[in-house]
T-cell receptor, first 116, second 113 residues
């Protein structure tokens, strides 16, 4: 079975500061990893995904994440926060085999607050 | 390219009633999954349909059921509603069982009173 742990349910940064949202996963088989963003009263929007190609993945809106197998991590970063980045972020894992094929397992989410 | 659309956007039901939620998949997608997102939680996988057949199920009781139609639209049915069923229900579609990620709809907010 797969699982995801997001460290920190709330992260607060100043506008222009570095954004770092932490995600650790557990999977017995090679995982596919995703970051989604959710704005209030909306669905989930895919930010980026790791599907076993390059370990450094670039996504939309200036976000990127690095897959580190040795640390079982997939942390999300953005060099300079913008007010519009304030939202809830979810890390998710899926696998390509077995009965869990394609099923997304999500972390509990991290709410990002950006201060002026 | 159309996205994933869900209806209705909001719904209030009484405990014990039945509800049907609808989802129109993104054009070209043959896989649909449903997720339940309780307030303050991450989405939880309910089930997935691939080419009209159930292709995986999460830890939800049988009163949660679904259908996928030949045009790949989908329904989620919940019988004997309980107060704990109050949540945001998200539909997501993809190609090839979602291994490369899903496109999510905006969800249906279900309140059970």
């Amino acid at each position: 079975a797969q699982s995801v742990t997001q460290l920190g349910s709330h992260v607060s940064v100043s506008e222009g500061a570095l954004v770092l949202l932490r995600c650790n996963y557990s999977s017995s088989v090679p995982p596919y990893l995703f970051w989604y963003v959710q704005y209030p009263n909306q669905g989930l929007q895919l930010l980026l995904k790791y599907t076993s190609a390059a370990t450094l993945v670039k996504g939309i809106n200036g976000f990127e994440a690095e897959f580190k197998k040795s640390e079982t991590s997939f942390h999300l970063t953005k060099p300079s926060a913008h007010m519009s980045d304030a939202a809830e972020y979810f890390c998710a894992v899926s696998v390509s085999g077995g009965t869990s094929y394609g099923k997304l397992t999500f972390g509990q989410g991290t709410i990002l607050t950006v201060h002026p | 390219e159309t996205g994933v659309t869900q209806s209705p956007t909001h719904l209030i039901k009484t405990r014990g009633q039945q509800v049907t939620l609808r989802c129109s998949s993104q054009s070209g997608h043959n896989t649909v999954s449903w997720y339940q997102q309780a307030l303050g939680q991450g989405p939880q996988f309910i089930f997935q349909y691939y080419r009209e057949e159930e292709n995986g199920r999460g830890n939800f009781p049988p009163r949660f059921s679904g259908l996928q139609f030949p045009n790949y639209s989908s329904e989620l049915n919940v019988n004997a509603l309980e107060l704990d069923d109050s949540a945001l229900y998200l539909c997501a579609s993809s190609y090839d069982r979602g291994i490369y990620g899903y496109t999510f709809g905006s969800g249906t907010r279900l309140t059970v009173v």
